[in-house]
């Protein structure tokens, strides 16, 4: 499986952009996506996930309200829509396989095929 992440760019606070990660390969050999974040002298964390099968769905307190998970099994897709986008949003953000049991869907170690990261850089 290889993920492909695109999508971020330069917005003002308050906007909304939202990002796609293309999947090739095997989806079925993976138990969905995750999107998870890297802002400059930070730890990776976890934003939101979806498993293939059922479409259920995993935010980070910081994400619930203001983004949306979705997926199109289809085109082997999974797109974060995010609005209400604040100064704090900045950073790389990746999508990955989740590889891990349900209980780790948060924790970026149970994740494989990391994409390359696309950049969002949100304008106060």
């Known amino acids: 499986v290889q993920l492909q992440a695109y999508g971020g760019g330069l917005v003002q606070a308050g906007d909304s952009l939202r990002l796609s990660c293309e999947s090739s390969?095997?989806?079925?050999?993976?138990?969905?996506v995750g999107w998870f974040r890297q802002a400059p002298g930070k730890e990776r964390e976890f934003v939101a996930a979806?498993?293939?099968?059922?479409?259920?769905?995993y935010y980070a307190d910081s994400a619930k309200g203001r983004f949306t998970i979705s997926r199109d099994n289809a085109k082997k897709t999974v797109y974060l829509q995010m609005n209400s986008l604040k100064s704090e949003d900045r950073a790389v953000y990746y999508c990955?396989?989740?590889?891990?049991?349900?209980?780790?869907?948060?924790?970026?170690?149970?994740?494989?095929?990391w994409g390359q990261g696309t950049q969002v850089t949100v304008s106060s």
């Open positions: 390969g095997r989806t079925f050999s993976n138990n969905g």
């Open positions: 990955a396989a989740h590889r891990g049991i349900l209980s780790k869907v948060r924790v970026a170690a149970s994740y494989r095929n």
């Open positions: 979806i498993r293939w099968s059922g479409g259920y769905t």
